[in-house]
């Protein structure tokens, strides 16, 4: 038995949840997977795994070694990389996860010319409105808006997400327009629910620092759902300069508040720390990180 080969396949199954999943992965039968790890619990004379009909549970022992297999695992894999480094080929599976829209909107346009430079990476696109959880979705990689809770993860900032306060024409010319941010408290405000702060809107005005609990009678966790409700002449709202750039230029949106600065969120790489970044993960951290720093929709509004 290859014992190190075992080790993986353990770990990608608690991981992933599913004898099956893995099997998909690795290109071969349920079967074998379930084969492989039965053999490995003869060989350390114990069960891993209590199966049931709903889920995989470790067992003490399976937890213990589960945490001990990924320590070691990690420890071979950097040992091999730094033998290779400079070697490795850039070619590969690459699961990269996104919010819809940004993914949508940002990543999914400029992988065409991702993919003529790198022509051995086959991209995964997986995109969510929830917060992924790289280790369960299987995910290499994923680009995150905002504050990172997790300190668990390997992050590294590739950009910012610039933000301007928008209403469409006519629902300012039936309800008037702010001129200071306390203003919003009489307008409806449309929320973007994912953010911890979402009912609370930060400015900064020179050295000034305006917090202003906003509320409004609609919300998502869309943020195109977000642009659909102020294309309706529902109300106010603060949200991504890259989602409302093309409506600012053909005038559907007007930009509000323009004299103070929204708070920027910033838009981070993150990467599980227990595994390490593949060359095709750099190469697409690096590509996109280039492509942020330069692209109009994602410079502040003047």
Not at 238 to 249: G, H
Request: charged share 20%; hydrophobic share 40%.
């Amino acid at each position: 038995m290859d014992k190190l080969n075992a080790m993986s396949v353990f770990v990608r199954v608690v991981e992933r949840g599913s004898f099956s999943a893995v099997a998909r992965e690795m290109h071969t039968s349920q079967p074998t997977i379930s084969k492989m790890l039965q053999a490995l619990e003869r060989e350390l004379g114990g069960k891993l795994i209590a199966r049931s009909t709903r889920k995989l549970s470790l067992t003490d022992e399976g937890q213990r070694y589960y945490e001990q297999c990924r320590h070691i695992l990690a420890a071979v894999d950097a040992a091999e990389h730094n033998f290779q480094s400079g070697r490795e080929t850039i070619a590969g599976p690459l699961r990269i996860g996104s919010s819809v829209s940004f993914g949508r909107l940002q990543i999914a346009p400029r992988l065409p010319a991702f993919l003529r430079r790198y022509p051995g990476i086959q991209v995964d696109l997986q995109l969510s409105d929830q917060n992924q959880d790289l280790v369960s979705e299987g995910l290499d990689v994923t680009l995150r808006i905002g504050a990172l809770n997790d300190s668990g993860l390997i992050a590294r900032h590739i950009g910012t997400t610039h933000r301007m306060t928008v209403a469409a024409p006519h629902y300012l010319a039936q309800h008037g327009e702010p001129r200071t941010p306390e203003d919003l408290r009489g307008h409806n405000c449309l929320q973007f629910n994912l953010l911890t702060s979402q009912n609370v809107w930060v400015y900064n005005h020179g050295a000034h620092r305006h917090e202003v609990r906003i509320k409004g009678n609609a919300q998502s966790n869309n943020s195109e759902a977000i642009r659909e409700l102020v294309l309706g002449g529902l109300g106010v709202a603060l949200s991504p300069v890259w989602l409302f750039s093309e409506d600012l230029k053909a005038g559907r949106v007007t930009a509000l508040l323009r004299d103070y600065t929204a708070q920027p969120l910033p838009i981070n790489a993150v990467s599980p720390a227990n595994r390490r970044q593949s060359a095709r993960v750099k190469a697409f951290v690096d590509y996109m990180s280039q492509a942020l720093e330069t692209a109009p929709e994602l410079q502040a509004i003047k």
